[in-house]
């Protein structure tokens, strides 16, 4: 009995992801979809590095699903690219014109065959506090405990995973300000087919039970002002004097990286590969560490993270004085507009410090 | 004939920005290419040197990522750089070194490939000198012109 509802659990998760796989992996070609107009054009410039050739998905989420599309209106989609998704990788367009986000949002909407849906400007009210009850037991799994969403971006660095979305973050202020009440009810009632997003009418809720999950979503606005402000730290780069001679510090830096748990994984001189070996002798010194751990948080919080990874270091005698220095970890929410990587940046701006006042002390 | 080829190389991506501006404004710069990772890496290496630069070996990233549940690992790091400029850059300005030479970061995405290079210009507000400045608004042009010919390429 219990390895039969295994099986059924096993034969329903495939059939949701091929499902997945069908309408994020081939969208449909639609008549009124123009390659040669002016949205094309912006889409190609400003959209397709995260979201994909034909919305079909990449670091940042699918936008040619079908029941996406039926979900939303062409106001949400313009809303979204004018305010982004603070802290969650997309940026926002301020350069855009007007005419310029409705002709994108016009062609995001020739992925699939779905008209756009009308939504009313009412607001609904509901009853916040039933509602997060409601939301811990329906929507916390994915979406997070305080509506934080899925980690990671999109459907991110070709590595495996069985949804084909990551939750989105329903805190995010400009999921907030681009949603209004209307279209999170519809999406919270009939779900997202092509989606782990399942339909809460089909669920036993009522319509006031998700007007009070809708109440208890739209109160994370007021929670999320400052959670996304991100400074950029006051230096870019960090700066250690040694004590110690130019090759003691090379040395004394190789072992801090190992006392520190993290393996030298190449050394050379700055500008190996581009600065002539032979021209004079120069005090440059480049150390890459890294670990397993480090490559695949980094990687797996945001693909772009390679930029920064494996760690690395750098030694130079100048003028008489030796100093260590490396870039400052500090930066890298700012940077990459992604909270996710705080925990990341911190626990590596530590590591840094760690190995930098090691080697020169 | 090599040196022509740079040239209308160079008058074509400069065309190209005329049209497209406003996405060279971000921190960081990201294109997807059309072309599957092993045609687009040497893709990107030619372009940087067209213009004048020289590579280095390209960098793994990508280090055992496949044993820790990745399908496939293919990320390099590719630096860049005219050897007397990053020589001197490093001797006269040290606390630039950590960002010396500028990089693109190129990884597969399915059958296509991202890459992702740092805005030179973000330096600017930490390294304000008007040299640097300089430099670094020529660094940021040549970029634009390589990013755009790897993600036009077919």
């Known amino acids: 009995m219990r390895s039969k509802k295994s099986i059924l659990i096993l034969l329903s998760m495939v059939v949701l992801f091929l499902s997945a796989c069908a309408q994020v992996g081939k969208p449909e070609i639609t008549s009124d979809r123009d390659e040669d107009s002016e949205g094309a054009r912006l889409y190609a410039l400003h959209c397709s590095a995260c979201h994909g050739n034909y919305g079909r998905g990449g670091v940042g989420v699918p936008l040619a699903l079908e029941d996406f599309l039926k979900s939303v209106s062409n106001q949400y989609i313009a809303q979204s690219i004018r305010f982004g998704r603070p802290g969650r990788v997309m940026p926002t367009f301020p350069r855009l014109s007007d005419q310029q986000v409705q002709v994108i949002t016009e062609y995001i909407r020739t992925f699939h065959w779905a008209d756009e849906p009308k939504f009313s400007i009412e607001s609904i009210k509901g009853n916040p506090k039933f509602g997060a009850k409601l939301y811990t037991a329906y929507c916390a799994q994915c979406h997070g405990a305080k509506g934080e969403g899925g980690h990671g971006t999109g459907v991110s660095f070709s590595r495996p995973r069985f949804k084909s979305i990551l939750a989105p973050a329903l805190n995010n202020e400009g999921y907030l300000a681009s949603a209004n009440d209307q279209v999170i009810k519809h999406s919270l009632t009939l779900g997202r087919a092509g989606t782990p997003m399942r339909a809460l009418s089909t669920m036993g809720l009522s319509e006031q039970n998700i007007n009070d999950l809708v109440s208890y979503i739209r109160s994370f606005q007021i929670l999320s002002v400052k959670r996304f402000e991100m400074k950029r730290p006051a230096e870019a780069a960090l700066v250690w004097p040694s004590s110690h001679s130019y090759e003691q510090t090379i040395e004394r830096l190789k072992d801090a990286v190992v006392n520190n748990g993290y393996s030298v994984v190449r050394e050379q001189l700055l500008g190996e590969g581009i600065v002539d070996p032979d021209e004079g002798e120069r005090k440059q010194h480049v150390v890459y560490f890294a670990s397993l751990q480090m490559i695949s948080d980094g990687l797996a919080h945001d693909p772009r993270m390679g930029l920064f990874l494996p760690g690395k270091i750098i030694i130079i005698e100048h003028e008489g004085v030796v100093k260590v220095l490396a870039h400052n970890p500090k930066q890298y929410n700012a940077l990459f507009n992604n909270t996710a990587l705080s925990d990341f940046s911190e626990m590596l701006h530590k590591t840094y410090q760690a190995i930098l006042l090691e080697a020169t002390l | ?154």
Do not use: C
């Open chain 2, 1 to 154: 004939m090599k040196m022509h080829v740079g040239l209308y190389r160079w008058l074509g991506g400069a065309l190209l920005l005329l049209v497209s501006g406003s996405l060279w404004a971000s921190d960081l710069l990201m294109v997807r290419s059309q072309l599957a990772f092993p045609d687009a890496q040497p893709r990107l290496e030619e372009e940087i040197n067209a213009l004048g630069y020289f590579t280095s070996n390209a960098r793994r990233v990508d280090i055992d990522l496949v044993n820790v549940g990745f399908s496939h690992g293919t990320y390099r790091a590719i630096a860049y750089g005219k050897p007397d400029e990053i020589k001197r850059l490093a001797e006269d300005y040290p606390e630039l070194t950590p960002f010396l030479p500028p990089q693109i970061v190129i990884f597969a995405e399915r059958e296509e490939s991202l890459l992702v290079a740092l805005n030179p210009l973000y330096l600017t507000e930490f390294f304000p000198q008007p040299e640097l400045i300089d430099i670094f608004e020529r660094w940021n042009r040549d970029l634009q012109i390589i990013l755009e010919n790897v993600r036009d390429a077919r």
